[in-house]
């Protein structure tokens, strides 16, 4: 278990990273993944497996490894169609068009977490992991004012998402895991599914490896055997999913004259 998740990222706590110190050796990693990185995306899904030992047969450390795929997933396209409103949102919140990272320890989150590593997963975390609008909420104003296009706007703090860190998100963690993984909705389709980030103190935000953008959420007394995972859909590709993370939060603002 991360050391991070002790500290849950909230609207007015803080957001901690996990280091790579803090990540056990026995990881989940993708078979793929021993191959020269040009060879790891032949395949379009990858099924871990785990791995007993902390290092391979030649004496490369599975971490390291990890970081090897996800420095080279860092330069792999990502495409988008973010509307206007979203671009502008997310630069808010400090991504760039040109924003890319390495996302190995997000990967690492994913995997200690054991959920499935896929492609799309590692493209978008290599440009918008890492990403929180707590800074944007904890310096505005009680009614801060946007303006996009001259059109005055501002934030439902209640619809707005808290980021795309993975080890913050409510169930990024191996107890939890299995009742999404194992979930009708991704079993019958033949998805697999892993977490990119947090919505909220009860909900998190989820990818599937065909592009899907959900929320996963329990419903239920907590600790109670009938708590059951219930899960909406946001956006049916990662471009819809993230227009609409945004769309849900934007009120569009109509500043009126008063009247004497």
């Known amino acids: 278990m991360f050391a991070a998740r002790a ?14 110190a803090d990540v056990d050796h026995r990881l989940r990693l993708p078979r793929d993944i021993l191959l020269e990185a040009p060879f790891a995306t032949r395949m379009p899904l990858w099924t871990p497996r785990l791995l ?33 409103i979203a671009a502008t949102c997310y630069q808010l ?22 959920y499935p590593l896929f492609p799309r997963a590692a493209a978008f975390l290599s440009r918008f992991g890492g990403l929180s609008t707590l800074s944007v909420v904890r310096t505005a104003g009680a009614n801060s004012i946007y303006y ?8 439902d703090r209640n619809r707005l998402f808290e980021d795309f860190i993975p080890a913050n998100a409510q169930h990024c963690d191996s107890e939890t895991a299995p009742d999404w993984r194992e979930h009708p909705f991704i079993k019958r389709h033949q998805r697999q599914i892993c977490p990119i980030g947090s919505y909220d103190n ?16 329990f419903y239920g007394i907590p600790t109670h055997r009938n708590r059951q995972p219930m899960m909406s859909i946001v956006g049916t590709s990662l471009s819809d999913g993230l227009n609409r993370l945004v769309d849900r939060a934007v009120c569009y603002y109509h500043r009126t004259e008063e009247r004497g």
């Open 148 to 155: 996009h296009q001259a059109i005055p706007y501002m934030f």
């Open 93 to 114: 919140f400090g991504w760039t068009p040109d924003r890319q990272i390495d996302p190995s320890v997000h990967l690492a989150a994913i995997q200690h977490a054991n």
């Open 7 to 20: 500290v849950r990222a909230n609207r007015t706590g803080t957001t901690i990273l996990p280091q790579k």
């Open 202 to 217: 009860d909900a998190t935000i989820f990818l599937t490896d065909d592009g899907w953008v959900l929320l996963g959420k």
């Open 52 to 84: 007993n030992t902390s290092h391979d047969r030649e004496g490369r450390s599975w971490l390291g490894l990890l970081n090897h795929w996800g420095q080279f997933m860092h330069g792999q396209p990502l495409s988008l169609d973010l509307s206007a």
